[in-house]
């Protein structure tokens, strides 16, 4: 049974880039679309951002100036990172597997989600 | 930019059905899925692809997608469906989550 683990600081600055790494266990990161997304506090979710295992990546619009999605298949691992942080980026960052074709895309397993709070 | 709309809450009795819209410009010629999400926890896929279930969801989520609008709808409400909903979609690649309805069973 798959299973992803976010890692990474708790505490970003203003102006400064959060980074965070999911891990993969009980399967492979081969095949799938893996993607990051984030609530803020009290609020919806908000898709940030995927990668497919061979590199490809797509972002959302309203952050694609400032997010960086990579993905490292010997370490079944993939990465977030976004520059020029604000207070607005505080939230609970969760890592996801996706399945996607012709028309579809889902989530069918998250990770646990690691909160980020952006203060100086 | 593609947006999905939802009611911000939705109110049921236990034991009758509920049902959850998410609107959008012709959703019903795109595949939704929908999450539930429990206070403290990561969501969950009720359902994917309009109206499929995944393995281990209860018979009584179903879901129907057709014209703009998607609906999940549970049968038979229990206390423990209490929870937020979300819908989802995808938009010329781009993941688009609706804002969320809070199901308070009642």
């Known amino acids: 049974q798959v299973q992803l683990q976010e890692s990474g600081p708790g505490l970003v600055k203003p102006s400064e880039t959060l980074s965070l790494t999911c891990t993969v266990s009980?399967?492979?990161?081969?095949?799938?679309?893996w993607s990051w997304i984030r609530q803020p506090p009290g609020k919806g979710l908000e898709w940030i951002g995927y990668?497919?295992?061979?590199?490809?990546?797509n972002y959302n619009p309203s952050l694609k100036s400032r997010v960086t999605i990579s993905v490292d298949t010997s370490k079944n691992q993939f990465s977030l990172k976004l520059s020029s942080v604000t207070a607005a980026d505080t939230a609970v960052y969760y890592c996801?597997?996706?399945?996607?074709?012709?028309?579809?895309?889902?989530?069918?397993?998250w990770g646990n989600g690691t909160t980020v709070t952006v203060s100086s | 930019s593609y947006e999905l709309t939802q009611p911000p809450s939705v109110s049921v009795s236990p034991g009758q059905t509920a049902s959850i819209t998410c609107s959008g410009d012709?959703?019903?010629?795109?595949?939704a899925c929908w999450y539930q999400q429990k206070p403290g926890q990561s969501p969950v896929l009720v359902i994917y692809?309009?109206?499929k279930r995944p393995s281990g969801i209860p018979e009584r989520f179903s879901g129907s997608n057709s014209g703009n609008t998607a609906t999940l709808t549970i049968s038979g409400t229990q206390a423990m469906d209490e929870a937020d909903y979300y819908c989802?979609?995808?938009?010329?690649?781009?993941?688009?989550f609706g804002g969320g309805t809070k199901l308070t069973v009642l």
């Open positions: 990668i497919f295992y061979s590199g490809s990546t």
């Open positions: 989802q979609a995808w938009d010329s690649s781009i993941v688009v």
């Open positions: 012709k959703l019903g010629d795109k595949y």
């Open positions: 692809q309009d109206n």
């Open positions: 009980g399967g492979s990161i081969s095949s799938y679309y």
């Open positions: 996801a597997r996706a399945w996607a074709g012709t028309g579809y895309y889902y989530i069918d397993v």
